[in-house]
């Protein structure tokens, strides 16, 4: 009955006050009647009135303030009401005691720790004890009857972000660290932790146990998660995960309420959600009021739901009516759409608009009245009278693919495998990727690569000269080139075994050349013709008559060749002269034509035709057409298509489409290649992006902290013998022989050795190898 008076006592409104600067963390006395607000240039007590919040009391006193009141954490004694303790950026533990008389109420101070104090934490039911964790990776227990720690517990972790004593075990308290562990600990015991697992992909910022749950652990951390754990098993286990949209700063659950918790972000959203955690996509309700990252958050009393205190770093100090939240889930839209990997597709909406008559599209659908088991949506849960959220009875229909069907997704898997992205010439790079697209029967894509290296190879590059040519599929060669030698050789050595036939021929050619398509050196045929590499009569012939229009425009240019032979016609002795020399080769007109530029080492035949312009397109020409076609990928689904050119391509159309859209071209393959588990082709995609947000995921760091399998002490990083008991710590549990390749080891108990050895014995036991007694796991 006390604890009901007093909760009905508690009255008042949304309100806040302005402080004198931002506030890092608040804490509120037993009875609900004080705030603390803690920074690093503030440290004040407020009370809550009817009206709003009024300065009680500025623990920040004396001239020059030291650095003992730049505090990054308060904590406000729930047994003593007169006793605070903070955690300084300095690394000093301080305590204050409210009842002394004078200004100053500082009480005890603790500077045994060696860099910033990130949390402080009081016994629940014990008056004098208080536990603090750094920056340094200790965590330390203090009795407040004396003058230093009476416990010192060492996370073997880079910094200890936060500390919790247990609300129902008198002798356990948890901690996160910057690793992503979580550890529980035992303080009678300060020489090891009683258990530890990892919670999340980066650092733990936060944790909270449940105020009526023994078992249930919530944290928060970078990887913008809240999880809750269930510490009651004999092995850790997740039960709830809440994706949220910033890292995840504080959590706090909600009194009276099992499956409520509060978050609030340390980045980026300023908002304060309250999370029912069986519904994890969207929050149950939102406090909005904050124009700054909102610090700390804390439940007005311990029996009250309907109050929330919060600081931020706006400078304000908020106390929020649950009633006069925001519900997101009113906005939210009742009807769900998703693909699954191999085409399937879930379609979930009200009853009332599945219930109709069974139309003409509806052949082959599945429908799932109830839900199904399969699916873990929270849409198909029963109703509970007991959740406050709307009742709404939904229905899910799957489409499911048939087998074989184009649906299916291993074109995907296949061409990921295949597709070259880099390791080789531009245009090889295209020809491979178009052969690999035929070979799958994706003709559209092969025809794009082959359009791709036609548009942007460069033509004077010799190389490709084989594989350049038209041949008889249909499929356009690019404009080729070759150097002036290798002409000036060929027709030479045609020359020495018939001079008479290849004169009178180039008289005959050039008489003839508006009707002949065939003259060796025009311009209709520089294109396509050079050395040894000729076209067949058919091909020709078939080529004058699907690309007539198009060629006749170009033999009318008057900047061509032909002028030039015609000249040579005017003067019929020209060639006399040469058949005068011995020592001179015969040449024909054609040929003296090369041999007069020979000291040109390598020189497009085309820019010898053309003197006055080049008729190859520049590659910018093509960028918004190339832009156009990428746009079209993406937007049909086919990032693979959009990513895979946008690399190949490089400098070349990067610049053209902007950063964003790369970006997300970019995460969406990754996604796809993560999903179905390819994983070498996503690393090299992400290698090969040049987008700063895609190439960073490959930079996190990898720093590992190494334990002794034997006494258990963090190892150094200079080699496998541990620096204390001199034993080798790469030792196989199963086979005890030195591991000198890949060695695999528990997190839990440190315990490891040969990959083979230890994945086969785990297959029949889930006991640690070594008889330590622990449950392992290989994943």
Known sequence: MEKMNRVNTISGRTMFCHLDAPANAISVCRDATQVVVAGRNIFKIYGLE??????????????????????????????EENLLATAATNGAVVTWNLARPCRNKQEQLFTEHKRTVNKVCFHPTEVNMLLSGSQDGFMKC?????????????????SVRDVQFSMKDYFTFAASFENGNVQLWDIRRPDRYERMFTAHTGPVFCCDWHPEDRGWLATGGRDKMVKVWDMSTNRVKEIYCVQTIASVARVKWRPERRFHLATCSMMVDHNIYVWDVRRPFIPFATFEEHKDVTTGIVWRHQHDPYFLLSGSKDSTLYQHMFKDASRPVDRANPEGLCFGLFGDLAFAA???????????????????????????IFFFKKPDVTEQFAQVSSALSVFESEAGSSVGM?????????????????????????QVAKRLNRLQESTTWTMLRIMFSEPANPSLSTNHNLNKSGNLPLVNSFSMKEMSAALNERNKENRQDNIHSLETNLNNNDENEETEGSEGQAEYLFGDAELDDDDLYSMEHDNQAAEEPEYLLPQEAFPLRHEIMDHPSAPEPVQEKPESPH?????????????????????????????????????PIVKEMLCYYAEQGDVQMAVSVLIVLGDRIRKEIDELTQEHWYMSYIDLLQRFELWNVSNEVIKLSTCGAIMCLNQTSTTLHINCSNCKRPMSNKGWICDRCHQCASV????????????????????????EH????????????????????YT
């Open 50 to 79: 009817e009206d709003g919040f009024v300065e009680r009391l500025n623990l920040r006193v004396g001239r020059k303030p030291s650095l003992n009141f730049s505090c990054a954490d308060v904590m406000w004694h729930q047994m």
């Open 142 to 158: 203090f009795d407040l009857r004396k003058k230093e720690s009476v416990s010192t517990f060492s996370g073997q972790s880079e």
């Open 410 to 434: 291993d074109w995907f898997i296949n061409t990921a495998q295949s597709y070259l992205l880099s390791g080789k010439p531009f245009a090889e790079l295209c020809e491979h990727n178009a």
């Open 350 to 376: 009200k009853e009332s608009l599945m219930a109709g008559p069974p139309s003409v599209g509806d052949v082959g659908r599945k429908t799932y009245p109830g839900g199904d088991r399969r699916y873990p």
């Open 587 to 623: 040449v024909s007109g054609s040929e003296a034509e090369s041999m007069c530029l020979t000291p040109m080492e390598s020189i497009s035949l085309i820019s010898v035709s053309q003197l006055l312009f080049s008729p190859h397109l520049p590659p910018k020409f093509f960028c």
């Open 758 to 777: 230890v994945m086969e014995w785990l297959k029949q036991s889930k006991h640690c190898p070594a008889g330590c007694g622990h449950l392992c796991e």
């Open 732 to 755: 196989c549990a199963v086979c005890h022989h030195v591991v000198k390749g890949l060695f695999v080891w528990c997190q839990g108990c440190s315990h490891g050795g040969h990959l």
